[in-house]
C-alpha cells in the first residue's frame, strides 16, 4: 500500500479556482455569453497574448481581480466587441465563480494541512504569493512557486522541484494536483511526483491520464479519498 503523501502541490487556476476547468476555457464561454461568438483559434490567439503580455510585468501586490480585469481588457483590445461594457461584465463574473470555488478550496487545505505540508505551484504573473494570500490561502500553505518569479514553467521540472526544496520534501513523498495533462501531469511525471488530475465534471471526454495508474477526480474535495 503507498503510504499518504507527506507533500501536497496544488496547480492554481483552474485547480484552486473552478473544478478542473481552466482559464481559457472559462474566458472563451463567458466571452460568447457576453459578448458573442468567436471562432476557437482566433480567441485562441487573442487569450495567449493578452496572457503573455501580462507575465512578469504586473505589480506582485496585485489583486486576482485586477488581474482578471487587466486579463479582460487584454482580450477586449484584441476581439472587439460593439458590447462596450461586456469586459466588465466578464470579468466579474470570472471572479464571482473563483470566488465562490477558492473558498471551498482553502477550507480543504485547512482540513489537509493538518497532515500534509502545502504548496502552490502556478504558471502565474508575478502576483501567486498575493493572490493567495488574498483568497485566504497563505494561512494553509508553506510555498507558492510562481513561475514568473522563479524563471520557469510547468512542466519545466524546476519549478516542481522548487517547491519540494521550499517544503523539504522528497518527489516520492509528494503529490501534484492539476488540471492540465501537459503541463501538470507531464511536468510532475518529469520530476518524480505521484500525480492526480483534476478534470472537468462536465466534461462528456475526460483527457487521458499520462500513466496508467493515475488517480482523477471531478471534484477538487473528492482528493482526500484519492490520497487516503
Not at 95 to 101: N, P, W, Y
Not at 115 to 129: A, K, M
Not at 197 to 211: H, V, W
Amino acid at each position: 500500500m503507498t503510504p499518504p503523501p507527506a507533500a501536497l502541490l496544488f496547480d492554481f487556476g483552474g485547480t484552486l479556482d473552478a473544478e478542473g476547468v481552466a482559464w481559457k476555457t472559462r474566458f472563451a464561454r463567458l466571452w460568447r455569453d457576453e459578448a458573442g461568438e468567436v471562432e476557437s483559434t482566433v480567441f485562441d490567439r487573442a487569450f495567449y497574448d493578452a496572457d503573455d503580455a501580462l507575465v512578469g510585468r504586473i505589480a506582485a501586490e496585485t489583486t486576482l481581480a485586477e488581474t482578471v480585469r487587466l486579463l479582460t481588457g487584454g482580450l477586449a483590445r484584441r476581439l472587439p466587441s460593439r458590447d462596450s461594457g461586456a469586459a466588465a461584465r466578464i470579468a466579474d463574473r470570472f471572479c464571482a465563480d473563483a470566488a465562490t470555488r477558492l473558498a471551498a478550496s482553502a477550507a480543504l487545505l485547512e482540513r489537509l494541512a493538518l497532515r500534509h505540508r502545502l504548496g502552490v505551484v502556478s504558471n502565474f504573473y508575478g502576483n501567486l504569493s498575493a493572490v493567495c494570500a488574498e483568497a485566504g490561502l497563505a494561512p494553509h500553505i508553506s510555498v507558492a512557486v510562481d513561475s514568473a518569479a522563479v524563471g520557469f514553467q510547468k512542466p519545466d521540472i524546476r519549478i516542481f522541484r522548487a517547491a519540494l526544496d521550499a517544503l523539504q520534501a522528497k518527489p516520492e513523498d509528494a503529490v501534484f494536483v492539476g488540471d492540465s495533462p501537459e503541463r501538470d501531469m507531464a511536468g510532475a511525471r518529469g520530476a518524480g511526483l505521484r500525480h492526480v488530475l483534476l478534470t472537468d465534471a462536465g466534461r462528456s471526454d475526460p483527457p487521458g491520464t499520462c500513466c496508467p495508474d493515475d488517480r482523477v477526480i471531478r471534484r477538487l474535495c473528492d482528493l482526500e479519498e484519492a490520497i487516503a
